[in-house]
C-alpha cells in the first residue's frame, strides 16, 4: 500500500470516528491540533488495527508514534503495511 493510499484511509477512519476537525491537510499535521480526548485517541488505535489488519505492540503506543499522519505513516511501514 502506498502513502498516499495509507492517507486516504487514515482520513476515513477520522471521519468514521466522527472527530470534530477531520480534514488533515498535510501529512505532517498535529493531530494534537483535532484536539482528540483520551478515548477519541483509543478508539482511533484500534481503528488503525482494524483497518490495516496490524497489531501495534505495546513499546509503539508512545504518543510520538501517533503525533501526525506521517509518524502513523511510519509506524505502519515498520509493520509491513
Known amino acids: 500500500m502506498d502513502k498516499s493510499e495509507i492517507v486516504l484511509k487514515l482520513e476515513q477512519l477520522l471521519k468514521d470516528c466522527s472527530f470534530e476537525h477531520s480534514i488533515v491537510n498535510d501529512s505532517e499535521d498535529s493531530l494534537i491540533e483535532l484536539n482528540l480526548d483520551s478515548i477519541q485517541a ?6 488503525i488495527e482494524e483497518q490495516f489488519g496490524v497489531v501495534i505492540s505495546d513499546k509503539d503506543y508512545d504518543f510520538e508514534n501517533f ?5 502513523i505513516i511510519n509506524l505502519l511501514e515498520r509493520y509491513n503495511v
Open 42 to 47: 483509543i478508539k482511533l488505535l484500534v481503528a
Open 67 to 71: 503525533k501526525s499522519f506521517e509518524k
